[in-house]
C-alpha cells in the first residue's frame, strides 16, 4: 500500500519525532496481510449494510422493486409519529433505570464479596451464574413466574396490585423488562467491580479509618473515586446493551400490552413485514445517532467526575 | 457447588482481598448474601422443578412445589419438539466458527496495529474497527436479512460470521491494550536470529496472548451460543435454527405443556451452565482479564 515516497519518508521523520522505538524501516508487508482482511470483511458485513440502510432511508424503498428519492421526509415523519417517539420513550427510559438498578445492585454486591465474609468465591460463582445463560430463555421462565407464580403468591396473602400478571398491565410491563435484563447483567458489571476493588490499596482504608472516616465516608472518599473507571466502562457498555433490548422483550411481553413496552428495536424490524422498509431505515438511522451521542455525553460527563473527585 | 479452591480458615480467598479494616468473619453480611443467591436459584428451581412434573401438576398453578410424581418423559417429548440434537449441534457450530474468525480476525488485526502504531494507516484502522462498539446490530438488520439472502448466507454460516462480526471492535481493543504490555525485545531478539513476522507472530506472540485469547473466546462464546436476535432474523429455514431460537415454540403451540417446556428451558440452559460451573475460575478470571485490560 504505501511505497516509498516522499509521503511516507513525511510521517516516517514524524514518528521519529514523537519517540517512537521504530526505527527507519519499511514496514513488513506481513503487516498488512495481517490486517487488511479484517478491515475487508467488517467493511463487507458490518459498513456497506450501514451506508446501504442510511441511503434507503432517503428513498421510498419498500424492502423490493422500484424505489424514487424522497430525501428528508422520512425523517420528517420520523418525529411526528406517536409510535416512534413512544418507542423511544420506553427505550430512554428502561435504558436510565436499568443501568442505575443493575449498577447499585452490581457494585453493592461486589462490595460485600470482598469484606470478610466467608464461601466468598461459591457465592460469587453463584451471582455469575446468569452472565452463562442465554436471555430468550431465562425471559421465558420469568414469564411464567411473572404470570402465574406472582399473581397465585399474591393472591395468597391477598396483596391486591399483583393480583393481576404485570405482564398484562400497560403500566407495569416494563418492570418485568427491567427485573430480567438488569437478572441477566448484574454478573458482568459485579466482576468488573470486584476487579476494581481488589486493586485499592488497603492501606488507603487503614489511613482513613484513622482519620475517623466512617465506613460509608469512606465507600464515597475512597472506593467511588478510585474505580471511578469501572463504573464509566460498566455505564457505557451497559446503557449501549440495554438500547437494543430486544430478546428479553420478545420473551416476556412481545412489546405488548398493545405497545407499552415495544422498544426502538422491535419498530425497526416491524419494518421487514410491515412494508416500511425506508421508514424504519430512517429509524435505525436516528437510533445510531442516539446511541453513539449517548456514548460520547457519558465518556464526556462522567471523565469531568472523575477528574474533579 | 463445585469451588476448586477451598479458602484456608482464617485467610480470604485468594483476589477476593477485603478492603475494609473489618478482620473477623462477618457472619451477617454472609447470610445476607446467602439470601441474595435466592434471586438466582429460585428461577433455576423452579425450572428443574417443573420439567420433572407431569402435565396435570404442570398446570395446577404452584410453580414452587417439588415434582410427584416425578416425570421424566417430559424431556422425551422436548428432545423430539426441538429436534434437540440438529438445534445443538447448530448452536455449536455458529458458536464455534464466531469463536474462531473472532480469534484469528482480531489477533491478527490487533497485532498488526499495536506494532505499527506510528504509522497513519493503522491507527486510523483501529478508530474505524471501533466504529462498531457504538453500532448496535438492529441499525444494520434490515440490509443485513436482504444482503445475507443475496449472497446465501441465511444460514447458520453467516450467522457464525455475523456474530464473529460484531465481537471485533471489542477484541481488538483487547488485543491491541494486552499487546502493548509484551516487551518488544522478545521479537527483536527473533527477528535477529532471523524469524519472519510470519514466524514470530504463530511462535511467539500468539502463544503470548493465551489469557487474552480465553478472555476473547469466552466473550464470543457467550454472545454467540445465547443470541437470539441475529439467528432469528437472519436464518431463512426455520429447521436449521440455533438452540435458542427454537424454544419459541413453546409460546404457541404447546402453551399449556409447561412441563415439557421446561424440560426444553433446563436442556437449553444446562450445557453453558454445567461447563461454567466446572470452568468457573477461568471464566471468571477471563472475563475479569477483559474488564482490567482496557
Known sequence: ?309 | MTTTQTPVRTQPPAGLRAPGRVHRTSWPLTILLALATLTVFVPLYVTLSMAFKTSAQSADGNAFSLPAPLNPASFAEAWTLTRFPVSFGISVGVAALAVVLTLLLSSLAAYAIARNWSRRFFRWSMIYLLVALFLPFPVVALPQIQLTALTGLDNPLGVGILHAMFQLSFSVLLYTAYLRSIPIELEESARIDGASTWQIFWRIILPLLGPMNATVGIFAFLASWNDFMMPSLIMADPTLQTLPVVQNIFQSQFGTDYNVAFASYLMAMAPTIVVYLFAQRWVISGVTQGAVKH
Open chain 1, 1 to 309: 500500500m504505501t511505497h516509498r515516497t516522499s509521503a511516507t519518508t513525511l510521517y516516517r521523520r514524524k514518528s521519529y519525532r514523537r519517540g517512537s522505538y521504530r526505527r527507519e524501516r519499511r514496514v513488513d508487508r506481513v503487516y498488512y496481510l495481517f490486517l487488511v482482511p479484517t478491515l475487508l470483511v467488517f467493511t463487507a458485513f458490518v459498513v456497506i449494510p450501514a451506508l446501504i440502510g442510511i441511503f434507503y432511508s432517503l428513498t421510498d424503498y419498500v424492502g423490493f422493486g422500484e424505489w424514487s428519492f424522497l430525501g428528508l421526509s422520512n425523517y420528517a415523519a420520523l418525529f411526528s409519529d406517536p409510535r416512534i417517539l413512544e418507542a423511544y420513550g420506553f427505550t430512554l427510559g428502561f435504558a436510565v433505570v436499568t443501568v442505575v438498578v443493575a449498577q447499585v445492585i452490581a457494585l453493592a454486591l461486589a462490595v460485600a464479596l470482598t469484606r470478610r465474609i466467608r464461601f466468598a468465591t461459591t457465592l460469587r460463582t453463584v451471582f455469575v451464574i446468569p452472565m452463562v445463560v442465554s436471555g430468550i430463555v431465562v425471559a421465558y421462565v420469568f414469564n411464567f413466574l411473572f404470570s402465574n407464580s406472582l399473581p397465585a403468591i399474591a393472591t395468597a396473602v391477598g396483596f391486591g396490585p399483583l393480583e393481576e400478571s404485570i405482564l398484562g398491565n400497560p403500566d407495569l410491563a416494563w418492570l418485568s423488562i427491567v427485573i430480567v435484563s438488569a437478572w441477566q447483567t448484574i454478573p458482568g458489571a459485579l466482576l468488573v467491580y470486584t476487579a476494581g476493588l481488589t486493586s485499592i490499596p488497603t492501606d488507603l482504608y487503614e489511613a482513613s479509618a484513622l482519620d475517623g472516616a466512617s465506613p460509608w465516608r469512606q465507600f464515597r472518599s475512597v472506593t467511588v473515586p478510585l474505580i471511578a473507571g469501572f463504573i464509566l466502562i460498566n455505564t457505557i457498555l451497559g446503557v449501549k446493551g440495554y438500547l437494543g433490548v430486544y430478546d428479553v422483550i420478545v420473551g416476556l411481553t412481545g412489546g405488548g400490552p398493545g405497545t407499552a413496552t415495544s422498544s426502538v428495536a422491535m419498530t425497526i424490524f416491524g419494518g421487514f413485514t410491515g412494508g416500511d422498509y425506508a421508514y424504519q431505515m430512517a429509524n435505525a438511522t436516528v437510533f445510531l445517532v442516539v446511541t453513539a451521542l449517548i456514548s460520547v455525553a457519558q465518556i464526556i460527563a462522567t471523565r469531568g467526575r472523575a477528574v474533579r473527585l
